[in-house]
């Protein structure tokens, strides 16, 4: 089971938004956090349940919220509940959502924190695992270009 120390069944968790949760909350200690954006549920429910089991999901739209809001709410949950695990699941091709890996990564930085983070990507209906390098070259097209004129 990944839930936190503190936290209640898997099956008993109600998904929670981001921004409204308190960085405190008893379930985010220690505890294993499923960050998504928000129409992942709809659009991939069978995806969004096979994550979401025994994590504490929490989502936010990055349509809605600019992400230097959510980098800083991610930076002070690492800071005060130190959770184990950290999933960020978005859909693939989203200028917005694409962001949610960024600022994953950035509040895991800026905090200084050691937590295991994992990227997934919903396209087309499958689940993709992302790797930190591609989330990394991502955020610089020059990369992105050098990567692939050498494929050409």
């Known amino acids: 089971m990944l839930l936190g120390k503190n936290s209640i069944h898997w099956y008993e968790v109600i998904e929670m938004e ?18 998504y954006g928000t129409c992942v549920k709809n659009e991939t429910p069978k995806i969004f349940n ?20 959510v980098g800083f709410k991610l930076a002070t949950i690492l800071q005060t509940s130190k959770p ?10 989203s200028p917005h959502c694409i962001q949610l890996h960024f600022t994953a990564e950035q509040a895991k930085r800026v905090s200084k924190s050691n937590v295991n983070i ?14 930190l390098d591609i989330v990394e070259i991502a955020r610089h097209l020059s990369k992105v270009r050098e990567a692939y004129c050498q494929k050409q």
């Open 118 to 131: 994992k990227h997934y990507v919903v396209e087309k209906g499958k689940l993709i695992e992302i790797s």
């Open 18 to 35: 981001l921004l409204a949760t308190n960085v405190k909350n008893r379930q985010l200690i220690e505890a294993a956090l499923l960050i």
């Open 84 to 93: 184990k695990e950290i999933v960020v699941l978005t859909l693939d091709g």
């Open 50 to 69: 096979a994550l979401a089991k025994g994590r504490i999901p929490l989502h936010v739209c990055l349509e809605k919220i600019h992400m230097n809001i």
